[in-house]
C-alpha cells in the first residue's frame, strides 16, 4: 500500500538548535516529493520539490533532500517564525492517475 | 497577489442542510483540487478537474458533489451535511500534475 510516513509527530526546539525532519515513504513510480510549510488557520505554502534519489534543495535556514526511500527537511539555526507545521507529499502512479498522498506533518515549535 | 480564494472562510450547518463552497484562481491553472483536513491525518482528496467542463473523484468523495463550469472556478457541493462532514476544506491548483499545488485558507464548516 502506497503510503507517507512523517517523523516526529511534533519537535520542540530551542531558538538556534539545529535538526531535522523525517518524511518516508512507499509508492509505486515517484514522480515527485514535495514540502510544504502550514501556519495555523493557513493553507499549506509550498517549500520545495524534488524529483529524484541525491537530490538537494535549499532555502535560507531550510534545505531538504531525497532517497529511495525517505526524504529530510534539515533546519539549521531556527528562529521563531520557523514555527509552523511541515508537510511532505508523495506522487507516485496509482490506479492509472498520477495522485498526491500526504503525510500528517510534524508540528515545529522553536522557542525563544 | 490573490492566488486562490476559497469563500466562506467559516460556515456552521446543521444535520441535513445543503451548501456550496466556492473557490477560485487567477493563475490560470488547469488542475483544481478539492482536500479535507481532520486533525492527524494528512490532506484528503475528495474531487480534482483535470481542466474546465471536467471532474473525477478522489480518495473520499462520497457525500459531496463539484462542478467546474469555468476554467477558474471550482465548486464543492455537500447536498445533506452529515457531522462527519465537519472539517477544514482546502482548494488547490496547480498547472500541470507533477507541479506544486497552490491552496486558499481553507473553510472551516462545522455541522451540527
Known amino acids: 500500500e502506497d503510503q507517507v510516513t512523517q517523523s516526529p509527530e511534533a519537535l520542540r526546539l530551542q531558538e538556534g538548535e539545529s535538526s531535522s525532519l523525517n518524511c518516508s515513504y512507499t509508492?509505486?513510480?515517484?514522480?515527485?516529493l514535495f514540502w510544504y510549510r502550514q501556519d495555523p488557520g493557513k493553507g499549506p505554502e509550498f517549500l520545495f520539490t524534488?524529483?529524484?534519489?541525491?537530490e538537494e534543495k535549499e532555502k535560507e535556514r531550510l534545505k531538504a533532500t531525497l532517497t529511495k526511500k525517505e526524504s529530510f527537511l534539515h533546519i539549521t539555526a531556527p528562529k521563531p517564525e520557523d514555527s509552523a507545521t511541515y508537510l511532505c507529499a508523495v506522487q507516485g502512479y496509482m490506479d492509472s492517475n498520477y495522485q498526491l498522498i500526504w503525510g500528517a506533518g510534524t508540528k515545529l515549535i522553536i522557542k525563544p | 497577489n490573490a492566488g486562490v480564494t476559497q469563500t466562506p472562510k467559516f460556515r456552521v450547518l446543521k444535520t441535513g442542510q445543503s451548501m456550496t463552497l466556492l473557490c477560485a484562481q487567477d493563475m490560470n491553472h488547469e488542475y483544481m483540487y478539492w482536500y479535507r483536513q481532520d486533525p492527524g491525518m494528512g490532506l484528503r482528496l475528495i474531487h480534482y478537474?483535470?481542466?474546465?467542463?471536467?471532474?473525477a473523484k478522489g480518495e473520499v468523495p462520497d457525500g459531496y458533489n463539484v462542478s467546474r463550469l469555468k476554467k477558474q472556478n471550482f465548486l464543492l457541493g455537500l447536498e445533506s451535511a452529515a457531522p462527519s462532514q465537519t472539517s477544514v476544506y482546502f482548494c488547490a491548483s496547480s498547472g500541470q500534475t507533477n507541479q506544486p499545488q497552490h491552496f486558499g485558507d481553507g473553510t472551516r464548516l462545522s455541522i451540527l
Open positions: 478537474s483535470v481542466g474546465e467542463g471536467t471532474t
Open positions: 509508492v509505486s513510480g515517484l514522480r515527485g
Open positions: 524534488l524529483y529524484s534519489a541525491g
